[in-house]
Structures are given as structure tokens and as C-alpha cells.
């Protein structure tokens, strides 16, 4: 059940939450978001940095960041950052606060990632365990 990093594949999760919940789950999602053909990620990340460089956050131009590309650009948006910037959470994190933070960080999250940590604070605030 591992992918090649080591890590389980989206399908392998999908299988295993499908198992687990006993009915079957849909392998594709069509989003509302169609994925920017001419996309550069490298491109994105150095605008994400400039947004969050200085004095306050530029929100406008990071929320058009992060919410005009798919889950799977963000991903790659993402990875660029950390290769060549830093840490784009770390920078994220120190740089916003609430509820903002928290949407901007779930937005890095690969939908399956989000859709579990939701499903647990979902249990939890049903059980009474937070």
C-alpha cells in the first residue's frame, strides 16, 4: 500500500477508506477550479513569497494564488517553494493568524489529507474529545 516516496497513493487511501466505511467511493472528482495551462510553478511560488515578504501580508494576491490553481497545482506550488524559498507552511503560519491561517494552510492539503483531518475533527467534536 505504499507509494514510490513511501507514502500511500491517493488511490491506496481511497481503497482503504472505501473498505473501511463499507460503501463505495468515487475515484475521480471533477473540481470547479480548471487547471491554468499556462502554469509555472516556480513562477506562483515567488509571487507566494513576495506576498508574505515585508512588512504585513499581501492578501489579495495570495489568496488569488492559492485559490486559482487546482489542488494538484498547489500542490506542485508548494513543493517548488520548499525546494528553492523555505518552508511554505512555516511561512504561512508565522504570517497569518485564525481562521485565515487555517484556510490557507487547508488549501495546501491534498483533498484526501483534508477530507480526513475534517472527518476526524468531526468525530471528535461529535465525541467530545478535542
Do not use: W
Amino acid at each position: 500500500m505504499e507509494g514510490d516516496a513511501g507514502a500511500p497513493t491517493v488511490d491506496d487511501m481511497m481503497k482503504a477508506a472505501s473498505k473501511a466505511m463499507g460503501v463505495p467511493l468515487r475515484p475521480k472528482f471533477q473540481g470547479t477550479i480548471i487547471a491554468d495551462p499556462n502554469f509555472n510553478a516556480d513562477d506562483c511560488a515567488d509571487r507566494l513569497q513576495k506576498t508574505m515578504k515585508g512588512l504585513g501580508t499581501k492578501d489579495r494576491k495570495l489568496i488569488e494564488i492559492l485559490t486559482k490553481h487546482t489542488n494538484e497545482q498547489r500542490q506542485e506550488i508548494e513543493k517548488s517553494y520548499n525546494a528553492r524559498l523555505g518552508v511554505l507552511r512555516d511561512d504561512i503560519d508565522s504570517d497569518l493568524s485564525g481562521h485565515y491561517k487555517d484556510m490557507c494552510l487547508s488549501l495546501l492539503d491534498p483533498f484526501i489529507t483534508y477530507d480526513c483531518k475534517e472527518l476526524n475533527r468531526a468525530v471528535n467534536v461529535k465525541t467530545g474529545n478535542r
